[in-house]
């Protein structure tokens, strides 16, 4: 009777745990041009909350590679990302920070390291109210605290209408660099 106690358990930890190890699926993709050979693998697991990403392109030309590897983290309030890119050169920068969910939309915060090596504060804001009426908010800021950057949109709805309005504005001699990549999904 105690032996199959024992194995009556065993079986039930067995079957637990292949699930859990089932939910992580990794996807890979290639691509083999003339001039341009590319690989990425994208890796979800749904019961951790984790989706990592990594990509790497190499010119067949040159030899040359630049990379990427990007990971997005589910937590308890929102979740948050990490995200390094590497050049051809071997140039890196990155990308770190948390959204945080509120009862009307989002905020995030962050931090970005460019291949000059600057440091970049970053922050935005989502909001919507229910009643087709929203608004968005971003900025960058340099190590001083000076806004380098900023976005503002607000979108209102009332009778059948809908009015947008966009503001923004920029430091001379800034230009932010472009998003190239999206988060891991």
Do not use: C, W
């Amino acid at each position: 009777m105690h032996t199959t106690r024992l194995m009556l358990a065993a079986m039930a930890a067995l079957a637990l745990a292949v699930p859990a190890a089932a939910q992580e699926k990794t996807r890979t993709k290639t691509f083999e041009g003339p001039n341009v050979a590319a690989t990425q693998t994208v890796t979800v697991n749904k019961d951790t909350g984790t989706a990592t990403r990594d990509r790497e392109v190499t010119n067949l030309n040159t030899g040359n590679t630049a990379s990427s590897g990007a990971v997005r983290q589910r937590t308890e309030t929102g979740s948050t990302i990490g995200v390094v890119q590497t050049g051809p050169q071997g140039r890196s920068r990155s990308l770190e920070g948390e959204r945080t969910r509120t009862e009307t939309g989002s905020t995030f915060t962050g931090t970005a390291t460019g291949r000059r090596g600057e440091n970049l504060g970053l922050s935005g804001s989502r909001s919507r109210d229910g009643q087709g009426n929203s608004a968005a908010s971003q900025s960058i800021t340099n190590s001083d605290g000076d806004v380098l950057a900023a976005r503002n949109r607000t979108t209102t709805r009332a009778d059948g209408q809908v009015s947008r309005n966009v503001t923004r504005t920029r430091a001379e001699g800034f230009n932010p660099p472009r998003a190239r990549s999206r988060r891991p999904r």
